[in-house]
């Protein structure tokens, strides 16, 4: 009896060549609409689907493959005699392959000036039907919805007569995984048309980027996963100019260090980041300046670190640069005498390009965590703080200059692992005190690093101040300016030791754990 196919794809490379290899082995090829005039054009006999259907394809399309003749084709079990009767006594010819990828619906979205109208009408109903009809039959019947599956398909053709059995289900699991991930796409851009921002169901599809060779350890296996409408603003849209290729850890490192910079964007500014908590950041009128104060803020923890600059790199700062053992460079962009300075004799350091026009619409995506068994969902820590709205609660008010290094800090402090304590002045940080059980732990380290550099540094505490006895410890050190939210049950207690010691002390309002 002889093999019939069904071919109807949008995406139609390598579709002639593969479509000519089965005529060659003696298929009948069933065609619609503008595979069909393809296939015709290079010459191959076809079958008109609505040869097939005794329908003709109808309403924009809209119906053509939508017929028992197709799917009873599809569905019927070779191993039931019953499904084979009703198949004869309904004049219905069993199809044994079928290659469908569907309408471009991510393709569509993602136009700029697309409307919802364009968007509807490339939602495609009947290539999901007739994908989802042949996996169930995948006993019987080979699916191919990825042209990167049309050789090895065909060598097993060529060997022995057909696919194996493990081949047809490994092509089904792809096409159930191809039209869940095209049903979530259409989920969510529906979901976000009617302003449903607590979903019942929480449908997200991802595309592999990268295998990695381990995750977080080397015990840990690992891959990196990019969203299927990406975000420009992303390690995962960064082009990579130089380097090995990126590790988990870079991975989750970059991430943090792109998402503080986001908050400094009116000057040139340079963040310094280890282990997920920055170890230095400047800001100043050049890029090159910048870098000087992100490296003098802590010239030992940078080794081995990343660094953000959000201008491009200049020939004098990557002279700069390229002496330091770093891991990662993430620039918007950079000449051609820096890039050729930060390669030479650097290998394996890893730069990265980045469009930082992105930056806005970047901070618009929720964030996910995973838990054993759960996920959680929150949007990103993005709100905008206004100093005007800020409450000196002290007796002293902050001097112009304390002022401007309460505000570097406070921006600063949000990105630093809770319990968190950050110093600085007003272009560069000074100590920091990440991630201690109880905050005049964190209060300790940040001073050591920032001893002998206190004139006119500020305070940042990433939460309130559950005991004055960290305001001893600050006024100990001779710092006169504090930032915290404010919120404890024992404020007075905090207000009252910093006014014994001439501290000015502000609260925001605005809590900023980092877990």
Same mark, same amino acid.
């Given at each position: 009896?002889?093999? !019939?196919?069904?071919?109807?794809?949008?995406?139609?490379?390598?579709?002639?060549?593969?479509?000519?290899?089965?005529?060659?082995?003696?298929?009948?090829?069933?065609?619609?609409?503008?595979?069909?005039?393809?296939?015709? &054009?290079?010459?191959?006999?076809?079958?008109?689907?609505?040869?097939?259907?005794?329908?003709?394809?109808?309403?924009?399309?809209?119906?053509?493959?939508?017929?028992?003749?197709?799917?009873?084709?599809?569905?019927?079990?070779?191993?039931?005699?019953? +499904?084979?009767?009703?198949a004869?006594?309904?004049?219905?010819?069993?199809? @044994?392959?079928?290659?469908?990828?569907?309408?471009?619906?991510?393709?569509?979205?993602?136009?700029?000036?697309v409307?919802?109208a364009?968007?509807?009408?490339?939602?495609?109903?009947?290539?999901?039907?007739?994908?989802?009809?042949?996996?169930?039959?995948?006993?019987?019947?080979?699916?191919?919805?990825?042209?990167?599956?049309y050789?090895?398909?065909?060598?097993?053709l060529?060997?022995?007569?057909?696919?194996?059995?493990?081949?047809?289900?490994?092509?089904?699991?792809?096409?159930f995984? +191809?039209?869940?991930?095209?049903?979530?796409?259409?989920?969510?851009?529906?979901?976000? =048309?009617?302003?449903?921002?607590?979903?019942?169901?929480?449908?997200?599809?991802y @595309?592999?980027? =990268?295998?990695?060779r381990?995750?977080?350890n080397?015990?840990?296996?690992?891959?990196?996963?990019?969203k299927a409408?990406?975000t420009?603003?992303?390690?995962?849209?960064?082009?990579?100019?130089?380097?090995?290729?990126?590790?988990?850890?870079?991975?989750?490192?970059?991430?943090?260090?792109?998402?503080?910079?986001?908050?400094?964007?009116?000057?040139?500014?340079?963040? &310094?980041?280890?282990?997920m908590?920055?170890?230095?950041?400047?800001?100043?009128?050049?890029?090159e300046?910048?870098?000087d104060?992100?490296?003098e803020?802590?010239?030992?923890?940078?080794?081995g670190?990343?660094?953000?600059?959000?201008?491009e790199v200049?020939?004098a700062?990557?002279?700069?640069?390229?002496?330091?053992?770093?891991?990662?460079?993430i620039?918007?962009?950079?000449?051609?005498?820096?890039?050729?300075?930060?390669?030479?004799?650097?290998?394996?350091?890893?730069?990265?390009?980045?469009?930082?026009?992105?930056?806005?619409?970047?901070?618009?995506?929720?964030?996910?965590?995973?838990?054993?068994?759960?996920?959680?969902?929150?949007? =990103?820590d993005?709100?905008?703080?206004?100093?005007?709205?800020?409450?000196?609660?002290?007796?002293? =008010?902050?001097s112009?200059?304390?002022?401007e290094?309460?505000?570097?800090?406070? !921006?600063?402090?949000?990105?630093?692992?809770?319990?968190?304590?950050?110093?600085?002045?007003?272009?560069m940080?000074?100590?920091?005190?990440?991630?201690?059980?109880?905050r005049v732990?964190?209060v300790?380290?940040?001073?050591e690093?920032?001893?002998? !550099?206190?004139?006119?540094? &500020?305070?940042?505490?990433?939460?309130?101040?559950?005991? &004055?006895?960290?305001?001893?410890?600050?006024?100990?050190?001779?710092?006169?300016?504090?930032?915290?939210?404010?919120?404890?049950?024992? @404020?007075?207690?905090?207000?009252d030791?910093?006014?014994?010691?001439?501290i000015?002390?502000?609260?925001?309002?605005?809590?900023?754990?980092?877990?």
């Amino acid at each position: 009896m002889t093999k !019939r196919a069904l071919i109807s794809v949008s995406d139609k490379a390598g579709i002639v060549d593969f479509a000519q290899e089965l005529k060659s082995l003696g298929w009948d090829i069933i065609s619609t609409g503008g595979t069909k005039t393809a296939l015709d &054009a290079a010459g191959l006999d076809t079958v008109a689907i609505d040869d097939v259907t005794g329908f003709p394809e109808m309403m924009d399309g809209r119906v053509k493959t939508l017929h028992p003749n197709i799917h009873g084709g599809l569905l019927a079990r070779r191993d039931l005699d019953t +499904h084979l009767q009703a198949a004869k006594d309904n004049a219905i010819e069993l199809i @044994d392959l079928v290659v469908v990828n569907l309408y471009p619906f991510k393709e569509t979205i993602l136009k700029p000036d697309v409307t919802y109208a364009s968007a509807v009408e490339n939602i495609d109903i009947g290539g999901p039907s007739m994908l989802r009809s042949a996996a169930k039959n995948h006993a019987s019947v080979t699916v191919i919805v990825d042209p990167v599956d049309y050789a090895p398909v065909l060598a097993e053709l060529k060997e022995i007569g057909e696919t194996k059995y493990e081949t047809r289900q490994a092509l089904a699991a792809k096409v159930f995984r +191809h039209t869940a991930a095209y049903d979530a796409l259409i989920a969510e851009y529906f979901t976000a =048309q009617v302003g449903e921002t607590k979903p019942e169901k929480l449908t997200l599809t991802y @595309d592999l980027k =990268q295998e990695m060779r381990y995750g977080e350890n080397p015990q840990q296996g690992a891959d990196f996963y990019q969203k299927a409408l990406p975000t420009d603003y992303s390690i995962a849209s960064a082009k990579q100019l130089n380097g090995k290729e990126l590790s988990f850890n870079n991975i989750r490192d970059a991430d943090a260090a792109i998402r503080i910079i986001r908050d400094f964007k009116e000057r040139p500014t340079v963040v &310094a980041l280890k282990h997920m908590n920055p170890c230095g950041i400047g800001q100043a009128d050049t890029i090159e300046k910048a870098w000087d104060y992100a490296y003098e803020a802590d010239s030992v923890s940078i080794f081995g670190g990343i660094v953000v600059l959000n201008r491009e790199v200049d020939k004098a700062t990557a002279e700069k640069m390229h002496p330091i053992f770093l891991e990662i460079i993430i620039a918007p962009s950079y000449s051609d005498e820096a890039l050729a300075i930060l390669t030479n004799k650097k290998k394996n350091l890893r730069i990265l390009q980045l469009p930082f026009e992105g930056q806005d619409a970047s901070e618009i995506e929720a964030e996910y965590t995973g838990v054993v068994g759960g996920m959680l969902v929150q949007n =990103q820590d993005v709100v905008e703080e206004k100093a005007e709205a800020w409450e000196v609660v002290t007796d002293r =008010q902050p001097s112009p200059e304390e002022k401007e290094a309460l505000e570097f800090a406070w !921006r600063a402090i949000k990105y630093v692992k809770s319990n968190g304590i950050l110093i600085a002045n007003n272009h560069m940080t000074l100590g920091v005190g990440p991630g201690q059980t109880n905050r005049v732990a964190s209060v300790r380290i940040a001073i050591e690093q920032a001893k002998d !550099r206190l004139e006119g540094a &500020a305070l940042a505490s990433d939460a309130f101040f559950p005991f &004055a006895d960290n305001i001893e410890e600050i006024a100990a050190a001779g710092i006169k300016a504090i930032i915290q939210p404010g919120g404890s049950v024992r @404020d007075q207690e905090s207000i009252d030791a910093a006014n014994k010691h001439g501290i000015t002390m502000i609260f925001t309002g605005v809590r900023h754990f980092r877990h």
